[in-house]
């Protein structure tokens, strides 16, 4: 018997590896289906409206796109193992890292994967049998080098630029110690199990990060808890044991402090940079009209230095997802992430007025305001 859910994607791919990873936790039988390029161009463009991996087929036949929607309807469909803290500080950080994971961490595994040649020859021959399988070499890797000229005209937009290399190669190894640092203490992010905030983070740190050659020799391996937590994180549910109940209480471990505050000095204030673009932006779209994937550049601190990008409106949807969490906490509740947020300087996240935004495949679009 066929396993219910379709998987479709590759193990290369930076949003395949979050939800994979989420899947073989939760002991969730589905097929790891790689995308061929009719799939990719056709089917899934006509059942999501977008060219995109990873896409979830359901037992009923429906077609869900975004990593974040995925896991949401396979929580709420699969309650065994949660993922999501019960109490409010772990729930409320576990969505804040999932936002900073997906966003901020891009512009670094794409610079890790395509400024250094020698990771093409793994990338031209896994996505050239996933795009042609049993087609003659040579058309295969035409039709890798189709889609690699695709990702590489995106770099320029998410940052990676040859003038900020090096503030992003010091950000990446600074960051990288604290967490191996982090994993020395605690096998997962936020403690003894793993949350939605180790499979956001697999997403970089699995399907780019280690694994793609240079950056796994040169940036995973020397860290071996780092290392340790990537294959913690990327194995079957069986080969992790039973899990324990998520713990309820609001400790958070020590170790993340400086990952929460260098999210909020370096994340938070691209927020506020892509939200003051968005908010003058909407005014001027026809109604059902949605933003555009990428606005005017938005320059923040990383690190010591500081970074440009282009403000991407869909990074306002996951921070929306974070607040809209905390939004639905009862007063009591609120007030306790009011204080840890107050005590890492991180209250400002809560200051974003972020008009309210629906997906509508890779883009956004406004809620029509209320009648």
Sequence with gaps: MKPPYTLYGWHLSYF??????????????????PVNMYTLLTT????????????LRTPKGAWVQDSSVIIDQLEAAHPQ???????????????????????????IAMHTRWTYPENYALFEREAGRHLLPGFPGPLQRRAVAY?????????HTVGVRPEQFATMDRWTTDMLDLLDAHFAQQPYLLGAQPTLADFSLAGPMVAHLGRDPWPARELVAPRRHLRAWIERIAAPAPACGVAAPLPATDALPGTLTPVFQAIFAEFVPLLEGINQQARAAIPALPPGKALRRSLADVEVPMGAGRFRRSALPYTLWMAQRALDVYRAMPPAEQAQVQAWLSSLG??????????RLRLQGLRVLPEPAAS
């Excluded at 899934?44 to 896409?55: D, E, S």
């Excluded at 193992?81 to 891009?106: G, K, M, N, T």
């Design 16 to 33: 395949t590896g979050k939800v994979r990873c989420y899947l073989l936790h939760k002991g969730i039988a589905f097929t790891d289906q």
């Design 44 to 55: 899934i463009k006509r059942q999501t409206g977008a060219v995109v991996m990873p896409v």
């Design 81 to 107: 193992r949660p993922v999501i803290p019960i109490s409010p500080v772990p729930r409320f950080a576990a969505y804040l890292l999932e936002a900073w994971c997906d966003e901020w961490w891009i512009p």
């Design 147 to 155: 889609i690699a000229a695709d990702l590489r005209a995106k770099l």
């Design 346 to 355: 991180g209250e400002r996240l809560l200051a974003l007025d972020i008009p």
